[in-house]
């Protein structure tokens, strides 16, 4: 595996790789990685002859109220994953190279920026479509690979790059769970041993309120009635809607096509997101 830090080094890396005929997938990633990080390495492979994974804490995703130093970072950990996962090329910007001095382009996406974690987290997504948008132009990947787990950006991030027309496919990748349903995070690290036992609550939830809405029950209601359930079991929730998958627009029946139940909630410190399928 070859490891760049330069936008000349990943150039010259890039260009031997189309040199010799092979497709290009990208796994975008902030690091701190886990077997969900890995199942996207592995889903990027198949559909392509040679996979780069980036990791970059982006600044940018990061609003004022946020502690961008407190994000994990462990780069020989992480770089060691990488080799055992069949990595061919790990990118590692420092700050300074991905947005050099004087940079003054931001992507503002509307749409399915609107509301949820866009709300929670004001200009979130303008760091994240910005920097995909860079990450994606500097490899050249045909192929990116994202997590379900993160559906708000994985609708944010197909948006931006079918309306910029950069030609890359964005492949999502189901969401990667632990045992007992939790949803891998580079942030679950932070639960204490207490909330980390009980954060399977969460999911519990979500999957007894899908299950249903499916059924017939009114949305409404059950979500009114397992959110009170998660402030009983000490969560503070930020939302539990019923959305429609692409556009994130909240739902009050079910309807053809793709949904999605969302769900947001504080354990102690740490914020836990996840998302899963109705019907």
């Not at 931001?106 to 920026?113: E, M, Y």
């Not at 997590?147 to 990667?176: C, F, H, N, S, Y």
């Not at 409404?220 to 539990?240: H, I, M, R």
Request: a neutral charge; aromatic letters at 4%; proline letters at 7%.
């Amino acid at each position: 595996m070859e490891t760049c830090r330069t936008l000349e080094g990943l150039r010259a890396a890039t260009a031997k790789l189309r040199a010799e005929g092979r497709r290009i997938a990208l796994v975008p990633t902030m690091g701190a990685l886990h077997d969900g990080h890995i199942a996207l390495v592995a889903a990027a492979r198949e559909h392509a002859d040679a996979v780069i994974t980036s990791i970059f804490v982006n600044p940018l995703q990061f609003n004022p109220n946020e502690d961008l130093s407190r994000y994990p970072r462990d780069e020989q950990g992480d770089l060691a994953k990488l080799r055992a996962a069949g990595c061919d090329i790990a990118w590692l910007p420092e700050v300074k190279v991905m947005y050099p001095p004087g940079a003054a382009t931001v992507i503002d996406v509307a749409g399915p920026t609107a509301g949820w974690e866009g709300d929670a987290r004001p200009g979130h997504f303008r760091g994240v479509a910005t920097v995909c948008a860079k990450l994606f132009l500097q490899t050249g990947a045909e192929v990116a690979a994202f997590g379900e787990k993160d559906w708000q950006q994985l609708q944010v991030v197909t948006r931006m790059a079918a309306d910029l027309d950069i030609p890359i496919r964005i492949l999502p990748v189901p969401t990667v769970r632990e045992a007992d349903g939790i949803a891998m995070s580079s942030r679950n690290r932070f639960l204490t041993d207490a909330e980390r036992a009980h954060a399977p609550r969460l999911i519990e939830a979500m999957r007894r309120a899908a299950e249903a809405i499916a059924t017939g029950a009114p949305v409404a209601a059950t979500l009114a009635a397992e959110t009170e359930t998660l402030k009983a079991q000490g969560f503070e929730p930020d939302y539990l809607a019923l959305i429609d998958g692409p556009t994130l627009k909240p739902l009050q029946a079910i309807k053809p096509g793709p949904m999605r139940l969302i769900a947001a909630a504080r354990l102690g410190s740490i914020r836990l997101l996840d998302n899963i399928p109705v019907g």
